[in-house]
């Protein structure tokens, strides 16, 4: 079974750094391309960027909302995935989820509140 | 950025109905490779987006084939046969074809 498990939100002031987690199992992780995707409370989702498979080198695409700010990463080692938030703005406040390839498989999300 | 446009906002359907959502992008997203990346998802309350469709026509592992994507290089169509009251939430119809992927503002699906 496809189990994606993401951590690390909370709040964070304006300006301050943050960084999400997401535990993949079920599938053999360095398959696939792995997503993050965000979602204002009432709001459609944004797709924030992804970074490619073993077969595409691991390379990454950004949103170009947050390219400069955000970074994604993962260690294939672990089936991780992160997400390196900067410079966060209260904008940035929703809640953030992985996905996995095509985001056939969504995680639970994780909420990040930007705010003093 | 492609724009993802649907109609209606929100549909009310009598269980045992049918219910179709529009989707309309800015751009055409028909590849080159034949494959045209329009994608589904249902949003239920409080839960996560899920996968209905892939590539416009194609049902996603476990979606019951009451679901159904159809549409044109532009202009989309998600067919529900039959509702039941889980199909209730959000639906958004997205585009994978180029980068940024962009989402369409959702249909509410109601029973009546």
């Known amino acids: 079974e496809v189990k994606l498990l993401e951590s690390g939100g909370g709040l964070v002031q304006p300006g301050g750094s943050m960084r999400l987690s997401c535990a993949a199992s079920?599938?053999?992780?360095?398959?696939?391309?792995m997503n993050w995707i965000r979602q204002p409370a009432g709001k459609a989702p944004e797709w924030l960027g992804f970074?490619?498979?073993?077969?595409?080198?691991?390379?990454?695409e950004y949103n170009p909302s947050v390219k400069g700010r955000f970074t994604i990463s993962r260690d294939n080692t672990q089936n991780m995935l992160y997400l390196q938030m900067n410079t966060l703005r209260a904008e940035d406040t929703a809640t953030y989820y992985c996905?996995?390839?095509?985001?056939?498989?969504w995680g639970q999300g994780v909420m990040v509140t930007v705010s003093s | 950025d492609i724009v993802m446009t649907q109609a209606p906002l929100s549909v009310s359907v009598t269980p045992g109905e049918s219910a179709s959502i529009s989707c309309r992008s800015s751009?055409?997203?028909?590849?080159?490779?034949?494959?045209?990346?329009v994608y589904w998802y249902l949003q239920k309350p409080g839960k996560s987006p899920q996968l209905l469709i892939y590539?416009?026509?194609n049902l996603a592992s476990g979606v019951p084939d009451r679901f159904s994507g159809s549409g044109s290089e532009t202009d989309f169509t998600l067919k529900i046969s039959r509702v039941e009251a889980e199909d209730v939430g959000i639906y958004y119809c997205?585009?994978?074809?180029?980068?940024?992927?962009?989402f369409g503002g959702g249909t509410k699906l109601e029973l009546k």
């Open positions: 997205g585009q994978l074809l180029e980068n940024p992927w962009t």
């Open positions: 970074i490619r498979n073993k077969a595409n080198g691991y390379t990454t």
């Open positions: 590539r416009m026509s």
């Open positions: 996905a996995r390839g095509n985001a056939d498989y």
């Open positions: 079920g599938f053999t992780f360095t398959d696939f391309y």
């Open positions: 751009k055409s997203l028909l590849h080159s490779n034949g494959i045209t990346y």
